[in-house]
Nanobody, 120 residues
Framework: QRQVVESGGGLVEPGGSLRLSCEGS????????MGWFRQTPGKDREIVAS????????YYADFVKGRFTISRHKIKPAVYLQMNSLNPEDTAVYFC?????????????WGQGTQVTVSS
């Protein structure tokens, strides 16, 4: 069994920064990509950013471009999200997910989420 676990959420003031981390464990990962998603009550989960494991190309949702940066560990199945210039609209539960080689073609392994609250 594989799992991913997020960490690094918390309370931050508007304009502040947070760094989220996500690490996979369990059976070996053969990754297509890893991504960050977020969800607020009453809304669908939305993608924030993703990174392809081969080549390292990245994708960002328009609402985070220029503020958030996704990066990956060179060896471990781990991904990070540096979030700068946070605003209250970024308040959400942030989820990490992994898409596996030979998987569903979408994201196969999901974390439990970490709460990010942006408030003064």
């Amino acid at each position: 069994q594989r799992q991913v676990v997020e960490s690094g959420g918390g309370l931050v003031e508007p304009g502040g920064s947070l760094r989220l981390s996500c690490e996979g464990s369990g059976r070996p990962f053969s990754l297509v990509s890893m991504g960050w998603f977020r969800q607020t009550p009453g809304k669908d989960r939305e993608i924030v950013a993703s990174i392809r494991w081969s080549g390292g190309s990245t994708y960002y949702a328009d609402f985070v471009k220029g503020r958030f940066t996704i990066s990956r560990h060179k060896i471990k199945p781990a991904v990070y999200l540096q979030m700068n210039s946070l605003n209250p609209e970024d308040t959400a539960v942030y989820f990490c997910a992994a898409a596996l080689v030979g998987g569903t073609g979408s994201y196969d392994v999901w974390g439990q989420g970490t709460q990010v609250t942006v408030s003064s």
